[in-house]
């Protein structure tokens, strides 16, 4: 593990009042921050744009809780299981910094989720879990899995991206069209036709999808492509659910969209002993102020 005194300039260990720990970057080309807790990116702000990241102003950002916006990691399942909590582990457990280095075009991190929180968390599977970040003008994660038993292991997961949108009524999502998804709310598959625009609660897998996806809003547009990816989740719960979650603010379903890069339902792999998989994501700005 890394020693934090010994970080790179502009990159800092500091705490919030309620005490939880944090990566803090001040560097000339990007400003971000990352919670120790669950490896979450909580901000990503290139130099002269506005935040990549959406986060909720009434989340206190408690110790032990799950953060409510940024990149929540979503591992080793996606969505319920019969056993352990929503969306696997990963983000409710403390990451190791193991690499941090910077130069002109940005920062690189890299965390790992230590061998006995796996084993605690996991009984009976064998994993080991990394997550690289790149932050500059473009965010880059990388979730890298590797099953170190002797069986095959099942894996599904997302990078749960909540990008933020100046009123979610104005903004449409380019890249979708002709792709089938899974509609969660109904339980039935159906096809996109054209633009995606939202004006009710969405909750979505795209299916057998590698494309590139762009976010257009009133002022700028956000591209979001992915690798190791078939499948992407797009999520708003809109105003009546919103109400009913954790630390999101009463009309914050209008300032956020998730674009979630995904190994879900069918997408979901089977990793034999030995073998590795790393789900990418990369977000950057290519139109706007």
């Known amino acids: 593990m890394l020693e934090y005194a010994a970080l790179p300039d502009g990159i800092v260990l500091t705490h919030n009042s309620a005490g939880k720990a944090f990566l803090k970057i ?4 990007v400003r971000a921050l990352v919670a120790l807790e669950g490896a979450h990116l909580v901000s990503c702000i290139p130099t002269g744009q506005p935040d990549l ?7 206190a950002q408690a110790p032990g809780g799950v953060l409510r916006g940024g990149v929540p990691l979503c591992w080793p399942w996606f969505g319920s299981a019969q056993s352990g909590p929503a969306h696997g582990i990963a983000r409710r457990n403390l990451w190791q910094l193991e690499h941090a280095d910077a130069d002109q075009q940005g920062v690189r991190l890299r965390f790992s989720l230590p061998a006995a929180t796996l084993r605690s968390t996991l009984p009976g599977e064998c994993w080991a879990l990394t997550l690289e970040l790149s932050l ?35 903004v449409r999502v380019e890249g979708l069209a002709g792709a089938r998804y899974l509609d969660q709310l109904s339980g039935k598959m159906q096809s996109q036709h054209g633009a995606l625009h939202i004006d009710q609660e969405v909750d979505r897998i795209y299916l057998d999808h590698r494309e590139p996806l762009y976010l ?6 956000l591209e979001v492509r992915r690798s190791g990816s078939a499948s992407v989740v797009l999520w708003n719960p809109w105003q009546a659910k919103s109400t009913r979650l954790d630390n999101f603010p009463a009309e914050g379903y209008r300032q956020m969209l998730c674009i979630e890069a995904a190994n879900a339902d069918a997408d979901a792999r089977l990793l034999h002993p030995g073998e590795q998989h790393t789900l990418a994501c990369e977000i950057c700005q290519i139109a706007g102020k």
């Open 26 to 29: 001040e560097h000339p080309a």
């Open 53 to 59: 990241l959406w986060m909720s102003q009434v989340d």
């Open 136 to 170: 500059g003008a473009t965010l880059h994660m990388a979730l890298t899995t590797r099953n170190t038993g002797q069986t095959a292991q099942s894996l599904s997961q997302a990078l749960h991206s909540y990008l933020p949108v100046s009123d979610i009524s104005r």
């Open 216 to 221: 257009h809003d009133t002022d700028r547009i």
